[in-house]
């Protein structure tokens, strides 16, 4: 994080007003080569396009992520680390989530085989 890129993270767009804005200074920083744009993902998610581009800062090697917000308050703009972590934490959740499941048929066989 320099002041070439970001230094701020945004978790999510609230509002078209703030993509917009933001659009607008990260396309001013990839003009002036303080950004390059290293990879671009498009995957088809439930029945929406997503878009992932990947940038580079030219300055401090940070490197970011950008959902673009297909509708109002979707789409976020994060540091790679960060949101790889939040998508790691999202796969422990259904781990868990699947563990909770186990130990509740568990229970109701054991409750059936000696109830
Ligand atoms: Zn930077």
Redesign the pocket.
């Given at each position: 994080?320099?002041d070439?890129?970001f230094t701020t993270e945004i978790l999510k767009f609230e509002s078209q007003k703030q993509w917009t804005n933001f659009d607008l200074e990260l396309t001013q920083k990839l003009g002036q080569e303080k950004l390059k744009q290293i990879r671009f993902n498009g995957r088809r998610v439930e029945g929406n396009e997503q878009f992932q581009y990947i940038y580079k800062?030219m300055?401090?090697g940070?490197e970011w992520e950008l959902k673009e917000p297909h509708d109002h308050g979707d789409g976020y703009f994060l540091k790679l680390t960060t949101s790889r972590n939040l998508a790691t934490r999202q796969l422990n959740n259904r781990q868990l989530a699947l563990l909770v499941l186990i130990l509740v048929i568990v229970f109701v066989i054991i409750r059936v085989m000696f109830g």
């Open positions: 994080m320099c070439n890129c800062c300055t401090c940070q």
